[in-house]
């Protein structure tokens, strides 16, 4: 075998290993990509600042997705929660049908001030409205905000909602 026939090999077994690797790197790099962008299990998140907290919420911009909510979740993350975006202030009513994780909501102001927290209880199709005109509503586990210290007058970093969020 010359130095020609051995430089071919090492090339196929190059061209080998970047045949079986560039797939896997590929498809695990988009998704850490999509991750990193905020998507989760189908659903665009953000890492929305709260007092002095970070939390982790889904966004919910849509009709659709206002409707649907958290109904149906066996749990959610202890950081994890949902932003409901309004296009509009208005007072806001929110109830519990079909959904079975215990939240605390707090309803919140275009300037992103809390103006006041409820707890909500799992399943309950009580009404829960807010007494002020509200832009946003956000929910987390029960007893979220009280543990992290969050209550009404503190703000909402609506700045580090993206572009992409509707009726910001």
């Given at each position: 075998m010359n130095s020609s026939d051995r430089h071919r090999g090492k090339a196929r077994v190059v061209r080998s290993t970047v045949t079986v690797f560039l797939p896997i790197f590929v498809l695990f790099s988009a998704g850490a990509m999509s991750c990193g962008a905020g998507e989760k299990e189908g659903e665009k998140t953000v890492r929305l600042p709260v007092g002095d907290h970070l939390?982790?919420?889904?966004?919910?911009?849509?009709?659709a997705k206002r409707e649907q909510g958290l109904m149906g979740r066996k749990e959610l993350p202890e950081d994890g929660g949902m932003l409901f975006v309004f296009p509009?202030?208005?007072?806001?009513?929110?109830?519990?049908?079909?959904?079975?994780?215990?939240?605390?909501?707090a309803y919140i102001n275009r300037h992103g001030e809390i103006l006041e927290i409820y707890d909500?209880?799992?399943?309950?199709?009580?009404?829960?409205?807010?007494?002020?005109?509200?832009?946003?509503?956000?929910e987390v586990g029960q007893g979220i905000f009280e543990q992290l210290g969050i209550g009404p007058g503190d703000t909402v970093d609506l700045s580090a909602l993206p572009s992409w969020v509707k009726g910001r």
């Open positions: 939390l982790l919420v889904e966004i919910a911009d849509t009709d509009d202030s208005r007072n806001r009513s929110f109830w519990m049908k079909d959904t079975f994780v215990p939240l605390s909501i909500m209880e799992p399943l309950s199709t009580a009404a829960v409205p807010s007494r002020y005109p509200a832009q946003y509503a956000l």
